[in-house]
């Protein structure tokens, strides 16, 4: 990671000399918004509409737990007006590419310390979230509740007010169209998984990132593959063991693959139980075109739809 940095470093001395003597806006006098993560940048893009240009320095379908920042995303930094994380420790190389930049940029973080779920059985701690600083006791997949991403929707308008208030009426109409369709599809998801009985109703995914997904719609998470809030964990073969005891006892009807990670472990642990593989979760990035999970609202009817059916739910209109 410090090899990679010294080289972002780098890129970024050389953009602040390319981007000396230009406006604080780009050309066309938008506003320049740099966000870490595709969910991030999508809600930006929802908020903003056309008075700001949006950019992700992650690609779809990446993993923002092991993201190596590269040289070629430090000239997005120097130009931004606003720099916009995810937070709650996910994405911390964010802030060390901005801290690096020098950038005067505003920056914003999304993650709400006093809505957040505590991580239980120790699994925010160094070795399971990659030493995530205060935050590391806490769930950072914040986004998977609607409800917290009309909480972030609303922290970005007031922030970009506050930053170009000529386009407040634009952001303020922006935000009451996008709110109305989170909650559209909110109360779909919610009335489909009402009609799975409640002993159905149990998640095992390949890591511990869907707990805000679950307690808002009334599901149980029984465990993980990786039994971490990161992707990079290794699970021992006890614990492989143990899950899959659990998955029996507690008659779990599927295990969940995460999109982007190999379906290997997971396959095996719900050949061992007896269960069956369930479809693709896009949980911490959006899928690349063509996808169908190209955007946030895209992402949460997707993983809705897979999950439903996993637990065997039919068709429930989401």
């Not at 406006?23 to 700001?52: F, M, P």
Request: aromatic content about 6%; some cysteine.
């Amino acid at each position: 990671m410090r090899t990679i940095l010294s080289m972002v470093f780098a890129g970024l001395a050389l953009a602040a000399v390319a981007g000396c003597g230009e406006d604080e806006r780009g050309s066309d006098g938008k506003l320049r918004i740099v966000t870490s993560t595709t969910y991030v940048a999508d809600l930006a893009r929802n908020v903003a509409g056309e008075h700001a240009e949006v950019e992700a320095i992650m690609p779809p379908n990446a993993d923002p737990h092991d993201y190596e920042p590269r040289p070629a995303d430090a000239e997005a930094l120097i130009d931004a007006d606003l720099i916009i994380t995810s937070g709650g420790g996910l994405d911390l190389w964010m802030d060390e590419l901005a801290d690096a930049a020098g950038t005067d940029a505003t920056r914003i973080s999304l993650f709400s310390a006093a809505d957040a779920i505590p991580v239980a059985d120790g699994h925010g701690g160094d070795d399971d979230h990659g030493g995530h600083g205060g935050d590391a006791d806490l769930d950072p997949h914040w986004w998977h509740d609607p409800d917290l991403v009309r909480q972030a929707v609303a922290g970005i308008r007031e922030r970009l007010i506050a930053l170009a208030p000529e386009g407040e009426r634009a952001y303020r109409a922006n935000v009451r169209r996008y709110d109305a369709r989170v909650a559209a599809l909110d109360r779909r998801i919610a009335a489909c998984f009402e009609r799975i009985p409640p002993e159905r109703r149990k998640l095992v995914t390949t890591h511990d990132s869907l707990a805000y997904f679950a307690q808002h719609y009334g599901l149980e998470v029984v465990g993980a593959a990786l039994p971490a809030l990161t992707t990079q964990a290794q699970p021992s073969a006890a614990q492989v063991a143990d899950l899959v005891d659990l998955i029996r006892e507690e008659g779990v009807p599927a295990v969940f693959v995460e999109a982007g990670m190999s379906p290997d472990l997971e396959r095996a642990i719900a050949d061992e139980a007896g269960v069956r593989l369930g479809g693709e979760l896009w949980t911490d990035g959006l899928g690349p075109e063509g996808s169908g999970a190209e955007t946030y609202l895209d992402a949460l009817a997707a993983n809705a739809r897979t999950i439903a059916a996993g637990l065997g739910a039919r068709e429930c209109g989401i």
